[in-house]
């Protein structure tokens, strides 16, 4: 079964014979509202300028399509969920329905993304080549552990994904993990952005009553999905501790999430006053905690804070931290793995991800994880300093702004079209 739309930045090149072009199926597990899922959407857009680019999800009734999608999106109508027994059955449906959605498709070439699609495209008894993106941590992913995680390093990884052609990590950090595993031909390429567009995005105007805030305050900043991942409790005591310097000090929470009624619950135990969009009460700028749930444009809060801070326990390469740096706001990021030492500090190497000080570097503040000794405290003095060092904070930014340009489309975008057209010599290169 498919879905047609029709979204007005669906983009292709009409000036190519359609039978020429590259068909390309893009499959991951759902398009909800994740970092990963943000990234297939800019994948497939970017390469429906020169291929032929068809979605394929695992099932269209457990997405949100937040981001969009090309002109046609699969749905292989197999849902999750159920006992071990069940997963593996649900497995092997959908391996056997995109084997056949390839051959029916004349697909070139099978992209997929996360680890659920990664094993279906393996297993698909198909022709065509195949490509594994990997957008997160293997090894260090909080909510997996014991049997699973152990027969995810010593079968899963090193079997399955040798069997595709090439598996591609978005961070050095992961292709570390993944060569780890004994998986032989990975590339690292991360994540890229619209820098222009966003930075176009960013001078847009902000709603009235969060101008006057972002105008009258100084105001941190974070970014995603309310989730066990990004730590937003953490840096709620984080900012209850700040708010003890900084008396006139406002914390923006910009995205929702399951954690939702959690993180009120902590900031309201925290003595802080919380003002949200879903809730009751009317706005005001004497509230200490904003939540604005997703907002159309997050670009204009950022471009407007005094300091962006990203907590996170684990990450692939994080997209909310390039995109506040291109923004031109200060960031102070978790060295967590992986991705935000390799984009900050990408000269060093820490594998072990024990940060235990604050770590100034070039293009912003590298701090230890919410889980190491003191880190709320470490967290609370380094967020200080860099309101009370206007001058320093503001040079970070501005290296910071540069070090993001090598993440720019058109940049990232050559690597993945050298390796596309590497597995099809047999179609006119376009």
């Not at 700040?242 to 000090?249: A, C, Q, S, W």
């Given at each position: 079964m498919f879905i047609k739309r029709g979204h007005d930045d669906t983009v292709s090149n009409d000036n190519v014979d359609d039978s020429k072009r590259l068909r390309l199926l893009q499959v991951i597990t759902n398009l909800g509202p994740g970092g990963a899922q943000r990234a297939f959407y800019d994948h497939c857009k970017s390469f429906a300028h020169h291929y032929n680019v068809e979605q394929v999800v695992f099932n269209q009734f457990e997405q949100s399509d937040l981001y969009g999608s090309?002109?046609?999106?699969?749905?292989?109508?197999v849902g999750g969920g159920g006992s071990v027994l069940v997963k593996l059955y649900n497995l092997l449906r959908r391996s056997f329905k995109l084997s056949h959605l390839a051959q029916r498709r004349n697909a070139d070439l099978i992209i997929s993304h996360m680890d659920g699609a990664n094993w279906v495209n393996v297993l698909a008894l198909?022709?065509?080549p195949k490509v594994l993106v990997v957008h997160g941590t293997l090894l260090r992913d909080e909510r997996i552990n014991g049997l699973y995680?152990?027969?995810?390093?010593?079968?899963?990884?090193?079997?399955?994904?040798?069997c595709a052609d090439i598996t591609v990590a978005v961070s050095d950090g992961i292709m570390a993990e993944l060569k780890q595993c004994g998986v032989r031909n990975v590339q690292s390429i991360p994540n890229f952005f619209d820098v222009a567009h966003i930075i176009k995005r960013a001078g847009e105007p902000l709603p009235e009553a969060y101008d006057e805030l972002l105008t009258r305050y100084p105001v941190?900043?974070?970014?995603g999905r309310f989730s066990e991942q990004k730590k937003q409790q953490f840096l709620i005591k984080v900012f209850?501790?700040?708010?003890?310097?900084?008396?006139?000090?406002?914390?923006?929470l910009l995205g929702d999430g399951e954690l939702r009624v959690r993180l009120l619950q902590t900031a309201t135990n925290e003595g802080l006053s919380c003002y949200c969009e879903w809730g009751p009460g009317p706005f005001s700028t004497h509230y200490d905690v904003y939540f604005p749930g997703y907002v159309a444009n997050p670009f204009s809060f950022l471009?407007?804070?005094?300091?962006?801070?990203?907590?996170?326990?684990?990450?692939?390469?994080?997209?909310?931290l390039c995109e506040a740096m291109i923004c031109g706001v200060p960031v102070l990021s978790a060295d967590c793995p992986s991705g935000p030492r390799q984009i900050l500090a990408p000269e060093t190497i820490n594998l072990h991800y024990n940060l235990a000080v604050a770590e100034a570097t070039p293009n912003g503040v590298l701090l230890p994880m919410y889980n190491q000794e003191g880190a709320i405290t470490i967290w609370r003095d380094a967020v200080v300093a860099a309101l009370n060092n206007s001058e320093s904070i503001r040079q970070m930014a501005a290296n910071a702004f540069l070090r993001v340009q090598a993440f720019d489309k058109e940049q990232v975008l050559k690597k993945w079209f050298a390796i596309i057209e590497s597995f099809l010599p047999q179609k006119e290169q376009l």
């Amino acid at each position: 079964m498919f879905i047609k739309r029709g979204h007005d930045d669906t983009v292709s090149n009409d000036n190519v014979d359609d039978s020429k072009r590259l068909r390309l199926l893009q499959v991951i597990t759902n398009l909800g509202p994740g970092g990963a899922q943000r990234a297939f959407y800019d994948h497939c857009k970017s390469f429906a300028h020169h291929y032929n680019v068809e979605q394929v999800v695992f099932n269209q009734f457990e997405q949100s399509d937040l981001y969009g999608s090309v002109q046609v999106c699969h749905s292989l109508d197999v849902g999750g969920g159920g006992s071990v027994l069940v997963k593996l059955y649900n497995l092997l449906r959908r391996s056997f329905k995109l084997s056949h959605l390839a051959q029916r498709r004349n697909a070139d070439l099978i992209i997929s993304h996360m680890d659920g699609a990664n094993w279906v495209n393996v297993l698909a008894l198909t022709f065509c080549p195949k490509v594994l993106v990997v957008h997160g941590t293997l090894l260090r992913d909080e909510r997996i552990n014991g049997l699973y995680q152990w027969l995810r390093r010593r079968f899963i990884f090193p079997f399955l994904y040798n069997c595709a052609d090439i598996t591609v990590a978005v961070s050095d950090g992961i292709m570390a993990e993944l060569k780890q595993c004994g998986v032989r031909n990975v590339q690292s390429i991360p994540n890229f952005f619209d820098v222009a567009h966003i930075i176009k995005r960013a001078g847009e105007p902000l709603p009235e009553a969060y101008d006057e805030l972002l105008t009258r305050y100084p105001v941190l900043v974070t970014s995603g999905r309310f989730s066990e991942q990004k730590k937003q409790q953490f840096l709620i005591k984080v900012f209850s501790a700040v708010k003890l310097r900084v008396p006139g000090i406002k914390l923006v929470l910009l995205g929702d999430g399951e954690l939702r009624v959690r993180l009120l619950q902590t900031a309201t135990n925290e003595g802080l006053s919380c003002y949200c969009e879903w809730g009751p009460g009317p706005f005001s700028t004497h509230y200490d905690v904003y939540f604005p749930g997703y907002v159309a444009n997050p670009f204009s809060f950022l471009s407007r804070s005094r300091l962006f801070l990203f907590p996170s326990g684990w990450e692939g390469f994080p997209l909310a931290l390039c995109e506040a740096m291109i923004c031109g706001v200060p960031v102070l990021s978790a060295d967590c793995p992986s991705g935000p030492r390799q984009i900050l500090a990408p000269e060093t190497i820490n594998l072990h991800y024990n940060l235990a000080v604050a770590e100034a570097t070039p293009n912003g503040v590298l701090l230890p994880m919410y889980n190491q000794e003191g880190a709320i405290t470490i967290w609370r003095d380094a967020v200080v300093a860099a309101l009370n060092n206007s001058e320093s904070i503001r040079q970070m930014a501005a290296n910071a702004f540069l070090r993001v340009q090598a993440f720019d489309k058109e940049q990232v975008l050559k690597k993945w079209f050298a390796i596309i057209e590497s597995f099809l010599p047999q179609k006119e290169q376009l």
